[in-house]
C-alpha cells in the first residue's frame, strides 16, 4: 500500500474510534439517567437558558408547520427534538447511538428516532425540509455539513460556538485556558478525541455560494451555566438575576466588541426564504445575507 493510502485508512481508524468512545460515553450517561432540566425541572434557571436558545428556531417554525425536521447528533434525551414535538413539528431525532432515546420514549411519549452516523445519512436527497444540528458539530470526526445539506430540503439550522474576530478579551481567555487545561491541544480536542469545530459566517456564506445556494442567515448570542444558580428556580431569584445579568453583561462586551459571542445560530437556506420570513427572523436579531449567484454557468453549447 502506497504511504497516502496507509495514512489514509490510519486517519479512517481514528474516526472510528472516536465515534466507538462517543458511543460509549453516551451509554454511560444514558445509565446515569441524568435527565436534562428542561424534562425533571422545566422551571430552573438551567432549562430557561435552554428554552430561550430553541426559541430562535421559532420563525422557521411558524412559517410551515407541517414540515419534516430531521435532528442530528440529538444526545442528551433528544432535548431539541422534544422541542419542536411540543410545537407540533413532524421530527425524527437522530444521534449515533439510541439508549437516550429509548429511555424518553418510556417517559415522555417521544417515538420517532433512529441510530444515525452523520457521515453517511440514512435518507434519500431532500427527505427533510430542515435539518437542525444543536451544540453536535464537535463531536463529529469529519465535518458534515454537505452531508445535512444533501438531505435537507428548504435548509439545515446549526447552533454552535461562534468563530470571529478575536478581540483583546478573547487573547485573555485563551491564555486562562491554556493555563488551566495545560496543553493547548485539549482547548481544540474533546475527550472522545474529536476536533472542535466553530461556525463562522464567512466561510459557510463561502462554501454555500461554491453550492449554488441562496442564502445564510445568522444571529451571534450569549449564554453563560453558572452551576450554582442552574437549579435556581427560574423568574424572580437571585440564581436567575444572576446569570441574566451575566448573559448581558456578555452582550454588551460583545457589543463594544472587547469579547466576541460565544454563540451563533445559522440557517442555510438552498432558496431564498420568503419575505414574511425573512421579517420575522429579523425582528428577533438575525443578520440575513444572500449568496451571490454563480452567472458563470457554461454549457455543453457554449464550448468551442
Known sequence: ?????????????????????????????????????????PDTVDAWRHR???????????????????????????????FLQQKGVDILASSLTVPFFEIVKEKRCFEKYSAVNVEQIPYEDEAFDFVLCKEAYRHFSRPVFCEMLRVAKDAVVLIK????????????????????????QTIYFEPSGNFIYRINPSEMGEKLAAMGYAAVAYKTFNDIYLPKFGNAIAGVTVGHFVTKLAIFLQDIISTFRF????????????????????????????????VPINSCVHTSGDQS
Open 1 to 41: 500500500m502506497c504511504e497516502c493510502g496507509e495514512r489514509g485508512r490510519m486517519k479512517n481508524n481514528d474516526a472510528e474510534l472516536s465515534y466507538q468512545r462517543y458511543s460509549e460515553m453516551e451509554a454511560t450517561q444514558a445509565d446515569a439517567l441524568c435527565m436534562p432540566a428542561c424534562f425533571v425541572a
Open 52 to 82: 430561550c436558545m430553541y426559541e430562535m428556531l421559532n420563525p422557521l417554525i411558524e412559517e410551515n408547520l407541517n414540515e419534516k425536521w430531521l435532528t442530528v447528533g440529538a444526545g442528551s434525551y433528544g432535548l431539541d427534538a422534544d
Open 161 to 184: 460556538s461562534y468563530d470571529g474576530l478575536k478581540w483583546f478579551l478573547d487573547i485573555i481567555k485563551s491564555a486562562m485556558k491554556r493555563f488551566n487545561f495545560g496543553k493547548i
Open 259 to 290: 469579547l466576541i459571542s460565544s454563540l451563533i445560530i445559522l440557517v442555510a437556506f438552498e432558496g431564498s426564504p420568503s419575505e414574511a420570513l425573512e421579517l420575522e427572523m429579523k425582528k428577533i436579531g438575525y443578520m440575513l445575507k444572500k
